[in-house]
């Protein structure tokens, strides 16, 4: 079993449409994030919520956590070309040292 | 914003030869990391460092691969013996406290 999967493993939208992207895990978590990574690039943290969040916004992102179903979604609303791009979560089992495990990623294409 | 820096972005280098990836965290940041990504893959973790120790390291982090700060500003990750397999993004993150650490853009090593 792995931590931090995301499903779909890959999305195509239009323009406007809505994107949803969701994980899973399998242990207690502090907190779980979600990073963005273009092709080849670095990972742009996207936004953090922790084991006693529910609900997080972000301008057009918004962050659910399901504790008790030990699941996650992450909406962008009204896609744009420039959210193409593999999206991440992690999550932080609250070692103490921060550590991540990472899901292998929805690649998501949203097309003009 | 401040951000974290790696050098070089791109480094090729033969089977065998020893590399030093480097790393410049955000200055008042206090936890660092290193993560890698075999194309195609997840990311995943290496090595967490904390008070000039590794606090934890995963099973990737052998006894080829080695961590400095050598002068309060700059993190290297050294492999010693790079083999093909090392052919991978390596990410350097750091954080001021437990969470939500900071990537930088990495640094793409290539084995031949």
């Known amino acids: 079993s792995q931590q931090g999967e995301e499903d779909p493993q890959a999305l195509s939208i239009q323009e406007g449409e809505n994107a949803t992207m969701n994980c899973s895990y399998k242990?207690?978590?502090?907190?779980l994030q979600w990073y963005r990574q273009n092709s080849g690039r670095g990972l742009v943290h996207l936004i953090l919520i922790r084991s006693n969040e529910r609900e997080k916004h972000s301008g057009r992102l918004r962050v659910t956590l399901d504790t008790s179903k030990k699941s996650s979604s992450l909406l962008i609303t009204a896609s744009r070309a420039a959210d193409t791009a593999s999206y991440f979560c992690a999550t932080d089992n609250g070692s103490g040292y921060s550590t991540l495990t990472f899901g292998k990623g929805t690649m998501l294409l949203v097309s003009p | 914003e401040p951000e974290v820096t790696q050098t070089p972005s791109h480094q090729v280098t033969q089977m065998g030869q020893e590399v030093i990836l480097r790393c410049v965290p955000i200055?008042?940041?206090?936890?660092f990391y290193w993560y890698r990504q075999i194309l195609g893959q997840k990311v995943e973790f290496l090595v967490s460092?904390?008070?000039?120790?590794?606090?934890?390291k995963s099973e990737i982090f052998d006894d080829q691969f080695s961590v400095e700060r050598p002068d309060g500003s700059n993190f290297t990750l050294k492999i010693r013996s790079t083999k093909l397999e090392d052919s991978a993004m390596y990410f350097c993150a750091s954080s001021i406290m437990m969470g939500d650490p900071y990537f930088g853009p990495g640094t793409r090593l290539t084995v031949t």
């Open positions: 242990t207690s978590i502090n907190n």
């Open positions: 200055s008042n940041h206090l936890y």
């Open positions: 460092f904390y008070n000039n120790e590794i606090s934890e």
